[in-house]
Structure formats: C-alpha cells, structure tokens
C-alpha cells in the first residue's frame, strides 16, 4: 500500500521518533520493523521509485482516506476482539500472577501446622513483600488459624485481608490544593522508574478532572529526555517549558512557576533527572530545584513523588531510604505492575514507611496510571477475584 505509505509518511516519521524517545535504549524493541528502508544499491533504489510511482498514478482515482496512521491504529483496535482481555485490573492480576501462583503452590496442606506456616512465608518473601512484613503478616495469621483445618480459598481470604490492612492507610489519591496556584509537583526517581512517562499520564488524568496543566522539563542533562516530555506534551495539548540542554535545571523549574502563575495553571508538573555523574550530584541538584522552587512560594512542592519500578524488587526499598533522607518523599507512583514485577513490594513499602501510594503504572499508554486501591490489589496479588 504505497499510496497510504507516501501520503502518511510525515505521521509514521513522527511515530517512529516518538516512538524512539519514549523507550529507553536498555529496552528490548518491541518486535523487528518490516516496514522500513533497506541498505540498497541506487539502482535498486531508483527501480523501486519507478514502480512505486507506477503504483501511485494506477492508483490515482482511488479515494485516499483521510485517517491517519494514528487513527487507523485506534479503529483496528475499537474493532479488536477484547472479550478475552478484561480490563486493566486484570493486567495487574497477569502482573502479579508470579506472586499468586508462588501461593498457589504451597497452598495444598490442609492443617496448619509449623511446616506450612514457613512455606507460606517463604512464598511471601519470593513474592517480594521482603522478610520483615512477611514474617508479621504470617504472625498475624497464627495467631488465628494456627493448628486449623483451612482450606485454599480461605488462607487467601485471610492473607488478603490482613495485606489490605496493610495496604489501605496508604492508599491515597493525590491531593491538589484548590488553592494553591499552581501546585507544584515534583517528579523524582532514579532513571528509567517511569517519571516522565508517570507525568504524561498523570496530566491527561487531571485534565479530564478539570484542571490546567503545565509540565516542565527539568531534565536537562539529555536532549532526549526533554524530547520525551515534549511528545506528551503534545499528546495532552499540554504546555511544556524546557530550557537548553545543559541549562540550569532549577532556573528551568523557577521559568515554569512564573509562567504557571501568569497563566492560571492549576498543577505544574516538573520532571527531573534520574542520573547525574553520581548519587550526590543528583541529591544536590533536587536540592537545588526545591530551593529555588521555595523562592517563588514557600509551601511548595505541594507534592514530591517519587516513582519506583516495581521490577526492581527489593532495591525499590533502598531508593526510598536513599531519596527520603535528602527530599521530603510525600508520595510514591509504582510502576511496570503489568509486567514481570512480583507485586508484594508495594506491601513491603507501605508496611516499612508509611508512606502513601497515589497511584499504579499497568502499562506504557496514556491511560495506563491507575488509582491505588488496597482491596482489590490485595486480592490480586493472592490470586483472588
Ligand atoms: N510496562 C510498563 N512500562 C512502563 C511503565 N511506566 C514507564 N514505562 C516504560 O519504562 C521506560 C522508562 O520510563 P521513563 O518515563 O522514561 O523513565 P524516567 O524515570 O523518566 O527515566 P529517566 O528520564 O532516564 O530518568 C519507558 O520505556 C516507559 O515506556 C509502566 O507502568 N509499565
Ligand atoms: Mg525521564
């Protein structure tokens, strides 16, 4: 389909780069391109422009349609058959099943003894909820079922609702100040936790809440990544105020407040750097935005989340303790739960700092952020419905 190719090659350009920026180079790419231009010799290249121009005059009297690559991509998947797939509560349930079946594996003894006891914390442990908050949880649980005949349904009832414990004082939206303009959130995490792709679907949730958005690209230490948070810009029709690449970071922050504030914005979004030559730099520089951000209104940041891939296990609780100690942490985004994550780390946070969770990453598309709600991860997370 040449004709669709030629008229649409500007798109599928823009595709192609946003595509490349908005995935890290340590990704794996996502399936081998056949829709490219191979090395050719000129003469092969000059054959393949002459027939492709025979194509397009035979094809001149056919009607081009006016969609776009982007819209056709949209019909072909309105029209997919998406019986099979459930929503995203089932792409967290398919994310976590690595916890639940762990779970399901010991879940055959009947009575509960010492034995079946440390099975199941040791399922918890692999499960990622780490020894500390596995340990309690299997304490708890004892203390009532010890020595009982039990069956599977029921120690995942209990384990669930001793985890929702667990999981519901910090299951927290993100709250935005009717009355601060703008609130002032800053994004930190190490790189490649999501932040960036976290505030571009964060700013099309709070527009469809009403609110005026603005991003800024504090990330200055890449071209890319300043790129990136453009292209979301651009999917959200959303302001983006960048600087040079190089530029002062936090003089980026304080540009994007004054033009917040002359323009009524409701929550201005500020992405920073995941890495820096190294860990202090990196903690000076935070240090330095909030400063700076403190010179334009004292009670910001309103919010300073840190975004933590849940892939990462364990070390997600050694970047909470690494970023707590230098910045007021007020709230944690966990992404990649859709994908080879075991889950029991977000039970791990919770129960070691307490500190709330706004919302989930299940995925890498615009509507993939979703709230956090301790009952129903819980019961994913043990295999329940
Ligand atoms: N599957 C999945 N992928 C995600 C999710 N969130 C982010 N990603 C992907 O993870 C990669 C890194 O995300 P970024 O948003 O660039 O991470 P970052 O924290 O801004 O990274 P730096 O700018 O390098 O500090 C990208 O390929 C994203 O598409 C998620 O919830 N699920
Ligand atoms: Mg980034």
């Known amino acids: 389909m040449f004709w669709r190719k030629k008229k649409?090659?500007?798109?599928?350009?823009?595709?192609?780069?946003?595509?490349k920026l908005?995935?890290?180079?340590?990704?794996?790419?996502?399936?081998?391109?056949?829709?490219?231009?191979?090395?050719?010799?000129?003469?092969?290249?000059?054959?393949?422009?002459?027939t492709e121009n025979n194509i397009v005059e035979e094809l001149e009297d056919t009607p081009v349609p006016s969609h776009t690559i982007t819209e056709d991509a949209k019909e072909e998947e309105e029209l997919s058959d998406h019986t099979e797939e459930g929503g995203w509560l089932s792409r967290l349930a398919d994310g976590l099943k690595k916890s639940s079946q762990k779970l399901g594996d010991v879940l055959t003894k009947t009575k509960l003894d010492e034995d079946a006891l440390q099975d199941l914390e040791d399922a918890l442990v692999v499960s990622d909820l780490g020894p500390k908050t596995a340990a309690k949880i299997i304490a708890d649980f004892s203390a009532s079922r010890f020595g009982k005949e039990v069956d599977e349904i029921e120690i995942k009832e209990t384990l669930a609702q001793l985890i929702t414990a667990i999981l519901d004082p910090v299951a927290k939206p993100l709250y935005t100040r009717p009355n601060a303009i703008p609130n002032i959130i800053l994004m930190t995490g190490v790189n490649g936790a999501g932040k960036t792709t976290t505030i571009g679907k964060m700013t099309a949730q709070l527009q469809r809440d009403?609110?005026?958005?603005?991003?800024?690209?504090?990330?200055?230490?890449?071209?890319?990544?300043?790129?990136?948070?453009?292209?979301?810009?651009?999917?959200?029709?959303?302001?983006?105020?960048?600087?040079?690449?190089?530029?002062?970071?936090?003089?980026?922050?304080?540009?994007?407040?004054?033009?917040?504030?002359?323009?009524?914005?409701?929550?201005l979004l500020i992405d920073t750097a995941g890495r820096l030559h190294n860990k202090k730099n990196l903690m000076e520089e935070l240090q330095k935005i909030i400063r700076v951000i403190q010179k334009q209104d004292e009670t910001a940041p309103h919010a300073t989340l840190l975004v933590l891939d849940s892939t990462t296990g364990q070390n997600a609780v050694s970047q909470v303790e690494t970023f707590k100690e230098l910045v007021d942490?007020?709230?944690?985004?966990?992404?990649?739960?859709?994908?080879?994550?075991?889950?029991g780390i977000v039970v791990a946070l919770a129960d070691q700092f307490g500190i709330p969770v706004h919302a989930v990453g299940v995925g890498e598309g615009i509507d993939d952020l979703q709230p956090f709600t301790a009952d129903s991860y819980a019961r994913s997370l043990v295999g329940l419905e």
């Open 8 to 19: 649409n090659t500007t798109e599928q350009e823009k595709q192609e780069a946003e595509d």
């Open 22 to 50: 908005l995935h890290s180079d340590s990704d794996p790419a996502i399936e081998p391109s056949t829709d490219y231009d191979a090395d050719m010799s000129a003469d092969q290249k000059q054959d393949l422009n002459k």
């Open 210 to 267: 009403g609110k005026k958005v603005m991003m800024a690209a504090a990330d200055t230490f890449r071209a890319a990544a300043v790129d990136q948070l453009k292209v979301w810009g651009d999917r959200n029709h959303c302001e983006v105020v960048t600087g040079e690449v190089g530029a002062d970071p936090a003089s980026v922050a304080f540009q994007a407040i004054e033009r917040a504030k002359a323009e009524g914005v409701d929550v």
């Open 329 to 343: 942490v007020s709230g944690l985004v966990v992404t990649k739960l859709d994908g080879s994550a075991k889950g």
